[in-house]
């Protein structure tokens, strides 16, 4: 069957392994080797919703579970701040910003090899707790 949208995993795949910085729909519509608007990359990824169990079925096969390693709690928050009208908008502080912004709070949970060097993510978490009541610290202990 073939895909609807412009964009593929393999596409976006490709994208992010190659981005340090830049993760945005609008990015990957600037670099993409085939004609693609930013909107087509938010339809894609709106229908490929990936569930916080569903990174961990993905790659708990990478993981070697006898290697000696890390987990990493990171929290993020996804700047917004021409987004206001979106639900999970709230004014928060930002490390990366050293200011409070609008955004959308994000906790990653990420396994990294101590001999190999892979890090691989397994868990994520949007945070709300005006919705779920929970700060970012109970999330990390969720994931």
Known sequence: MMSRHKCT???????????????????L??????????????RWL???????????????SLINKKEPCFLVCDDTILDKNRSEKIELVHYQYSGNAHDVI??????????H????????????????KASDGKSKNDHFRKC
Do not use: C, M
Request: no cysteine; proline share 5%; net charge positive.
């Open 9 to 27: 995993k393999s596409l976006y795949r490709s994208f992010l392994q190659a981005s340090s910085v830049r993760y945005s729909g609008l990015a």
């Open 29 to 42: 519509s600037e670099v993409s080797p085939i004609p693609l608007s930013h909107d087509s990359v938010n």
């Open 102 to 111: 609008a955004g959308i709070g994000l906790v990653n949970l990420v396994w």
């Open 46 to 60: 709106s229908s490929s919703a990936l569930r916080p169990s569903g990174v961990w079925n993905l790659t708990q």
């Open 113 to 128: 090899g101590l001999r190999s060097h892979d890090s691989i993510p397994v868990d994520y978490r949007i945070y709300d």
